[in-house]
T-cell receptor, first 120, second 110 residues
Framework: GAVVSQHPSWVICKSGTSVKIECRSLDFQATTMFWYRQFPKQSLMLMATSNEGSKATYEQGVEKDKFLINHASLTLSTLTVTSAHPEDSSFYIC????????????????FGPGTRLTVL | QKEVEQNSGPLSVPEGAIASLNCTYSDRGSQSFFWYRQYSGKSPELIMFIYSNGDKEDGRFTAQLNKASQYVSLLIRDSQPSDSATYLCAVGEGFQKLVFGTGTRLLVSP
């Protein structure tokens, strides 16, 4: 259980275009999902907390108009990188919490496989 | 600013040895603690979580928590080359997000 998928797994785009990344919880409902970014040889950086049916909560320094998050259902959150530039090239990873887990605590996060974005 | 500190390593151990990974955290009120493993180019994978002081064992892995010292560790017994990865310590902030350390790179040599 607690499987999270992401699509696409990698994307290459031209500077100035927008890219949408999907995050799905496959076997559980996730009222809360998280979006992270990871640059090479660095740790995870939380970008925002995505709440189903409400606005996302962005971390300090993350431009909410550039990184649009939509969490329209209990199993799907999307991150759109608008007007992408080369400095946005990174590994984007989503995670979700399975509140209904009977084997875990409900607070652990399960990660998707990540999306590697390259902006030319 | 809540912080989670880990030695970046690399920590090198021979195959079959015990690997000991350590983590300290700054928020004395933290209640939940997690260890994740991340292979190069992949996303993190949950190894185990711990909430109470003491030890928690799961197969070859043992998590140890000492809230008084604000210290959490992960022991890997009978280390295998396949255990070579970066290990991330994460601390729960309230009942929402996790604060991650920068990770410790473990190298297990055959």
């Amino acid at each position: 259980g607690a499987v999270v998928s992401q699509h696409p797994s990698w994307v290459i785009c031209k500077s100035g275009t927008s890219v949408k990344i999907e995050c799905r919880s496959l076997d559980f409902q996730a009222t809360t999902m998280f979006w992270y970014r990871q640059f090479p040889k660095q740790s995870l950086m939380l970008m925002a907390t995505s709440n189903e049916g409400s606005k996302a909560t962005y971390e300090q320094g993350v431009e909410k108009d550039k990184f649009l998050i939509n969490h329209a259902s209990l199993t799907l959150s999307t991150l759109t990188v608008t007007s992408a530039h080369p400095e946005d090239s990174s590994f984007y990873i989503c995670s979700a919490r399975d509140y209904g887990s009977t084997s875990g605590s409900g607070n652990e996060q399960f990660f998707g496989p990540g999306t590697r974005l390259t902006v030319l | 600013q809540k912080e989670v500190e880990q030695n970046s390593g690399p920590l090198s151990v021979p195959e079959g040895a015990i690997a000991s990974l350590n983590c300290t955290y700054s928020d004395r009120g933290s209640q939940s603690f997690f260890w994740y493993r991340q292979y190069s180019g992949k996303s993190p994978e949950l190894i185990m979580f711990i909430y109470s002081n003491g030890d928690k064992e799961d197969g070859r892995f043992t998590a140890q928590l000492n809230k008084a010292s604000q210290y959490v560790s992960l022991l890997i017994r009978d280390s295998q080359p396949s255990d070579s990865a970066t290990y991330l310590c994460a601390v729960g902030e309230g009942f929402q997000k996790l604060v991650f350390g920068t990770g410790t790179r473990l190298l297990v040599s055959p």
